[in-house]
Structure formats: C-alpha cells, structure tokens
C-alpha cells in the first residue's frame, strides 16, 4: 500500500521546538514506515523522514518570514498535486489549525 502523508507547512515535520501537527504527521509517518509501507511525506525541504520526502517549499513559513505571502497558494497546490498525479490508495492531512 502506498500512503501519502501532508504536513501543515508552518513548521518542519517533526518540528524543531513547537508544532503539535507536525508531530503528529511524523508519529504516524515513521510509524507506517517501520510496518512495510511506502510513504511519501509533503512537507518543508528541510523535513527529516524514514519514508520519501517530497519538498513543498525549503523553510516553514513561521520559520522563514519571507514566504508567508506565498505560501498559502503553494499548499493549495500540493492539495491539487497529490489528489491529481500521486494516486496513492490513502492520504492523510493533518490540517493547522492555528
């Protein structure tokens, strides 16, 4: 089974310091992983996982000030990426609620 996991892009996943969904996202992530499944995690580039990582954008924009502007249209695509060309049987998406 292949799974496609979505990180909020506020933060790293996992985060350095503060970021309850980022967390989240990386518990279940190498959790997957370490049963045999192929993951895929979109996040920031600067994100460390087991599984594959797919770079959304280089920094969190509450990490990196200089891409708040655009980062909201980016995760928008990422959304339209993974439901248009990824194709993997479940994907997860840990919504920031902040």
């Not at 990180?7 to 996943?13: D, E, L, M, V, Y």
């Not at 087991?50 to 995760?75: I, N, P, Q």
Request: aromatic content about 10%.
């Amino acid at each position: 089974m292949s799974i496609a996991m979505l990180s909020p892009i506020a933060w790293r996943t996992p985060p350095r310091h503060y970021g309850p969904w980022e967390s989240v996202v990386s518990l279940l992530t190498e959790g997957l992983v370490s049963r045999g499944y192929d993951v895929i995690l979109f996040a920031t580039g600067d994100s460390e996982t087991s599984g594959k990582l797919h770079a959304v954008c280089a920094r969190g924009y509450e990490e990196d000030r200089f891409t708040v502007d655009s980062m909201v249209e980016k995760y928008i695509d990422v959304y339209t990426e993974v439901h248009e060309k990824v194709h993997k049987d479940f994907v997860d998406s840990q919504p920031n609620k902040n």
